[in-house]
């Protein structure tokens, strides 16, 4: 069963860190959720748009993903592509449709 935790909001905005909370959570159990980021979610793993909160940075707490097997976070692009430099980790790209084949298999969706 596939955990599918969706951001929509952009980095500064507090459901975001709420969203992180859980996602970071669920992966310290090992369930290994799948991030999701669209819309302005996408800010993120962007470079140069990092927020703090209680002088935590939002990007150094996504980089906490290298220590659990999580999936690699999707980004949701259709207006525009971007490259590997436009993120401050790796991210695979899709399509809105791609993302409804994914979603319609999932277990979970939790969207922030």
Known sequence: MTIYVIQTQAADS???WHGQAMYLALATMELNPQLVLMGDGLTHLQQGHDALHNDRSLQKRYALLDLYECPTPLVVTEAHETTPSDWVQPVAQLNHSELAA?????GKVLRF
Do not use: E, N, Q, V
């Open 14 to 16: 507090p459901t975001s």
């Open 102 to 106: 994914r979603l319609a298999c999932a």
